[in-house]
Structures are given as structure tokens and as C-alpha cells.
């Protein structure tokens, strides 16, 4: 049957066959990356910038949530709503209790927290930071980060993070000049940004990031094992 994204140019390469089945995949994943992941995709379909974050305990569950709400105008809740301090990992935090202890939960997120993030993490006392990708904007602005992943060595969920988080910066440049992020991104995560450009333009359609990616599993594998070749070299 042929694939459902071959219709964007997008084809798998047999040789690089590194995923297994998608919902196996998506069902054996921590809770942390699954509801990650989902909320980057919520704020992507909004025209927000997708980045998805949560709280969990150490039995995996999530216990609070965020995603970024920086660039949101429209109606919705939550007092740092359509300010800078709207990341989501921020918007995590909000939703944890002062009477919670912070020092036995994770602060899981789809992209490497930037330093008001991590400074408030650190602030409050959260025990453990983890998360998917490293951060194009940073990576992009010459802040490297650690370039890699906290906890996790599945490198399909590292580039599903960041295909998102780059469709998500294009879209809000509405076919103006290609933004700083995007074209610094071409030189540093080249498997990404090639996937990235054989999408659609615009928002996705699709009604949830688990029937997005599904539909983008083995083009994700085949830039993921791409990547980590190239990383290894």
C-alpha cells in the first residue's frame, strides 16, 4: 500500500528501517513523552510555538502540564498567558501546588529548557529535568546546550519534537523571509530540517499528534537514523 506521505515527496528508505511499528512505539514510550509531545502539537495546530511540558511522579504519571501560550491572543486561561514568561515548562510549574514536593517529581519538556526555565526549576526545587531535543533556537543563536537528550535514547522522538517546533516557527513567518531559526537549523540538524521541508506548508490538519506522527512515522525513522549516523561519525 503506498505510503500516506509519499504524496508530499516524502519516502521511506528500506535501509534505514530503524522504527518498529508506530503504535507499539507510541504505546511503549513513558506518559512524559506521549502527553509532551501532544501538547507541542496543540500549541502547533493554535499557531503557537510548539513546545509541550509536564510534571511526573515517580511512578511515570503526569501530574501537571503546560504548553507554550507566549504567542497566544485569543481566548483562553492562565495569568502568563500571551507573555514572555508563557513557556511551558513555566506554565508546568504554575499548575504544581506549593505544598507538592517538587525534589520527587521531573520536570519532563519536548525541548532542552532555556535558562528562566532552568532557573525555575532549580528555584522550586524540581528534582529531575529531562527532555526530548535540543533546542533550535538556542542551537540557532549559538547557544548549543548540551545537544543531545536527558533520559531518553530514542532519537525518533527527538526529531518529532523538532519537526514540530521548526513547522511551527515557519508557519508563523506566513511565507515572509525564512526565519534566522530555519536556515541556521539547514547546517546543524540537516535530517530534521529535510523533513521538515517535505511537509505541506502551513498548519497540519490532522486531528491529534498521535495520528500526525503515525502518518510521518518511518520519514521520522529514516531522519532519525540519518542523524544518529551522522552523529557518530
Known amino acids: 500500500?503506498?505510503?500516506?506521505?509519499?504524496?508530499?515527496?516524502?519516502?521511506?528508505?528500506?535501509m534505514f528501517a530503524d522504527v518498529g511499528n508506530f503504535d507499539a512505539e507510541w504505546a511503549a514510550a513513558p506518559e512524559a513523552v506521549r502527553r509532551c509531545l501532544a501538547l507541542a502539537y496543540e500549541a502547533l495546530v493554535v499557531g503557537g510555538l510548539a513546545v509541550g511540558s509536564?510534571?511526573?511522579?515517580?511512578?511515570?504519571?503526569?501530574?501537571?502540564?503546560?504548553?507554550?501560550?507566549?504567542?497566544?491572543?485569543?481566548?483562553?486561561?492562565?495569568?502568563?498567558?500571551?507573555?514572555?514568561?508563557?513557556?511551558?515548562?513555566m506554565n508546568a510549574l504554575g499548575a504544581a501546588r506549593t505544598d507538592w514536593d517538587l525534589s520527587a517529581l521531573t520536570l519532563w519538556s519536548?525541548?532542552?529548557?532555556?535558562?528562566?526555565?532552568?532557573?525555575?526549576?532549580?528555584?522550586?526545587?524540581?528534582?529531575?529535568v529531562r527532555y526530548l531535543a535540543p533546542d533550535p533556537w538556542a542551537l540557532a543563536s549559538g547557544n548549543d546546550g548540551s545537544s543531545g537528550v536527558a533520559g531518553m535514547g530514542r532519537q525518533p522522538w527527538l526529531v518529532a519534537a523538532n519537526v514540530m517546533f521548526l513547522?511551527?516557527?515557519?508557519?508563523?513567518?506566513?511565507?515572509?523571509?525564512?526565519?534566522?531559526?530555519?536556515?541556521?537549523?539547514?547546517e546543524l540538524e540537516p535530517e530534521t530540517v529535510g523533513l521538515h521541508d517535505a511537509l505541506p506548508p502551513g498548519l497540519p490538519e490532522v486531528r491529534n499528534a498521535e495520528a500526525w506522527l503515525e502518518g510521518l512515522w518511518h520519514a521520522i525513522g529514516d531522519a532519525a537514523t540519518t542523524r544518529r549516523l551522522r552523529m557518530d561519525s
Open 167 to 186: 513547522r511551527s516557527v515557519s508557519a508563523a513567518a506566513q511565507g515572509t523571509e525564512e526565519p534566522a531559526t530555519l536556515t541556521r537549523c539547514r
Open 110 to 128: 519536548t525541548q532542552e529548557p532555556c535558562s528562566m526555565c532552568t532557573a525555575a526549576a532549580a528555584f522550586t526545587g524540581v528534582g529531575t
Open 54 to 89: 509536564v510534571l511526573t511522579d515517580p511512578t511515570g504519571t503526569v501530574r501537571a502540564e503546560g504548553r507554550n501560550q507566549a504567542y497566544d491572543d485569543g481566548p483562553g486561561e492562565g495569568p502568563l498567558r500571551g507573555t514572555p514568561l508563557a513557556h511551558a515548562e
Open 1 to 14: 500500500m503506498r505510503h500516506p506521505m509519499r504524496k508530499y515527496g516524502i519516502r521511506r528508505c528500506e
